[in-house]
């Protein structure tokens, strides 16, 4: 059964940058898109940021777009995704997420997820 493990996150503040990380284990597949979700207090969970298997496409809400960057290293079976001038409005649990072999980003997108991760908080105080 795939796990996956969020760390790195934590209290900034505005304007700082911070670096969440999600480990995978339990998945000996390959061809799986991943991706990060965020569910702010009293809200949904909303899509934050999505990668390929291979790392050659990604795409991200709107919001977080400029600002935070997606990569994943397979050869570590790990996911990151790099925070950057960082808002009181990112403030959430970030959650990453995987598809099943053979999706791609969109599948991911449109919330066809496999695993979900434990969440990790990101605070970001004004």
């Known amino acids: 059964q795939v796990q996956l493990v969020e760390s790195g996150g934590g209290l900034v503040q505005a304007g700082g940058t911070l670096r969440l990380s999600c480990a995978v284990s339990g998945r000996a597949s390959s061809n799986y898109a991943m991706g990060w979700f965020r569910q702010a207090p009293g809200k949904e969970r909303e899509f934050v940021a999505a990668?390929?298997?291979?790392?050659?496409?990604?795409y991200f809400a709107d919001s977080v777009k400029g600002r935070f960057t997606i990569s994943r290293d397979n050869a570590k079976s790990t996911m990151y995704l790099q925070m950057n001038s960082l808002k009181p409005e990112d403030t959430a649990v970030y959650y990453c997420a995987a598809t099943k072999q053979g999706n791609g980003l969109g599948s991911l997108i449109w919330g066809a997820i496999d695993a979900w991760g434990q969440g990790t908080l990101v605070t970001v105080s004004s």
């Open positions: 990668i390929s298997w291979s790392g050659g496409s990604t």
